[in-house]
């Protein structure tokens, strides 16, 4: 993949597909300790330990339409190229937690890609589940979550066709106003 955005679109349509309500990411970046870290949690149907163990090879996959799965595996082999790692804890019932780190100095890390696309593409796109977006760049953050959309829509549907772009631009001009990298 060749951006951020796109794996954490991945990692979160694994989420839906796991048939989690609520799903949290948290994407942190702090230049001057070079680290950045993708965090993404769901209440879905887990993973028992023998999946997880087995999770980032790409011949590993729940889909029943294909026999390879090359999301995690992609994310993990990026990661570790800047030094960085992927953890992965899971239980099944309970939901699963994913992070993957980065050094973003590191000239093979990606770039963040289209975020606010692809948050409120998410936001708009999926109205049954529960989602909270936080952006974190040093010590100033940014949260925007499905509930608060829901309230400041006053009863427009957030999956109706105007909301999508001024979503987007509420993400665009936050991460902005908070200098996060793009």
């Given at each position: 993949m060749k951006d951020l955005s796109l794996h954490l679109l991945d990692i979160v349509q694994n989420?839906?597909?796991?048939?989690?309500?609520?799903?949290?990411?948290?994407?942190?970046?702090?230049?001057?300790?070079?680290?950045?870290?993708?965090?993404?949690?769901?209440?879905?149907?887990?993973?028992?330990?023998?999946?997880?163990?087995?999770?980032?090879?790409?011949?590993?996959?729940?889909?029943?339409?294909r026999k390879v799965g090359l999301g995690i595996p992609l994310l993990m082999q990026n990661a570790e190229r800047t030094g960085g790692n992927l953890e992965i804890t899971s239980t099944v019932g309970r939901g699963t937690t994913l992070k993957a780190t980065f050094h973003p100095n590191h000239i093979d890390c990606p770039p963040m890609g289209d975020l606010a696309g692809v948050t409120a593409q998410l936001i708009c796109s999926f109205p049954s589940v529960s989602f909270s977006f936080t952006f974190k760049n040093g010590t100033a953050e940014?949260?925007?979550?499905?509930?608060?959309?829901?309230?400041?829509?006053?009863?427009?549907?957030?999956?109706?066709?105007?909301?999508?772009?001024?979503?987007?631009q509420v993400i665009d001009s936050s991460l902005e106003e908070l200098r996060f990298p793009v």
């Open positions: 989420s839906i597909a796991a048939q989690a309500s609520r799903i949290d990411v948290i994407l942190e970046v702090d230049l001057k300790f070079d680290y950045l870290a993708l965090i993404i949690s769901d209440n879905g149907k887990g993973m028992d330990a023998e999946f997880l163990q087995q999770i980032t090879s790409p011949f590993t996959t729940s889909r029943t339409t940014y949260t925007i979550t499905t509930s608060e959309l829901v309230e400041a829509l006053e009863g427009i549907p957030i999956n109706n066709t105007s909301v999508f772009p001024l979503v987007k």
